[in-house]
Each structure stands twice: as C-alpha cells, then as structure tokens.
C-alpha cells in the first residue's frame, strides 16, 4: 500500500492511520509533532548541553547540518527553496535540520520585502558580523 501524503510504499503492517488517511511512519510522526524552529525550551537546552559538552560552531553537529550552515555561511542570506536545491533535500528534511541550527543559534530566519531568508545567527543581512549583536 502507498502513503496516502508522500506516496511511498509501506510495509505490511507498518501503516499508520490518521485522520482516516493511511500514512507512512515518517508522515505520521510529521503530522503529530512537525518540527518547530521557535521553541524557547529547545533553544535553553541546546545551548546548556552544547556548552556542557564544550561544543561550539559546527561541533556536534551532523554532516548534514554542516553542510546547510556552510551552504549558508557562502551564500547567504539564502531561501529555503535554494538550500534544498543545492542539497538535494525535501522540505521536511530541511525543516528538521535547521530547527536544530536554530534552536544551537547557529543560523535563523527573517522577513525581507516579503520574502523569508535565513542567514547565521549574529550576521547582518549583507553577510557581515553585525557588532551589535
């Protein structure tokens, strides 16, 4: 049988019903908890553990996550959509990862002329370390 969401086989007996729609694991896990980049509790902890770990920058983090913060550290400030062109990564992949960029305030989103950008934590919208911050 196929996800109803992202039309992907399902094992048997690996489906899960929501909403009367007939879902794979990922699709189900994703309706019931998607990721959220604005968390103030995700942002507290990660921050804690990461200085408890010693961790700063890109320490800890996943080949993947490296790679977006690069991508965005050469680029930036850059759309989501061209993040995942150039990475090859589906919307929920995406979001996933840079909740944790986000809540490590390594990179984060903002409005410009009605558009959204995500750009490195503490940079101005011209690429450059902003002082201030």
């Known amino acids: 049988m196929l996800c109803t969401k992202c039309n992907n086989e399902i ?30 509790a995700a942002v507290h902890s990660a921050k ?15 080949e993947l996550q490296k790679s977006i913060y690069d991508y965005i550290k050469a680029e930036g400030p850059v759309t989501a959509e061209q993040i995942m062109n150039k990475l090859s990564l589906t919307k929920l992949q995406l979001e996933r990862n840079f909740a944790i960029l986000r809540h490590c305030e390594l990179a984060h989103g903002f409005r410009e002329n009605g558009k959204i950008l995500i750009k490195l934590w503490g940079e101005d ?9």
Not at 16 to 33: P, V, W
Not at 125 to 133: E, F, Q, R, S, V
């Open 125 to 133: 919208t011209l690429g450059k370390m902003n002082i201030a911050d």
């Open 48 to 62: 804690l553990s990461r200085k408890m770990a010693g961790q700063e920058g890109t320490d800890g983090l996943t």
């Open 11 to 40: 094992p048997e007996g690996e489906q899960c019903l929501h909403r009367n729609q007939l879902l794979c694991e990922d699709c189900y896990l994703e309706r019931l908890e998607p990721p959220r980049t604005c968390d103030v």
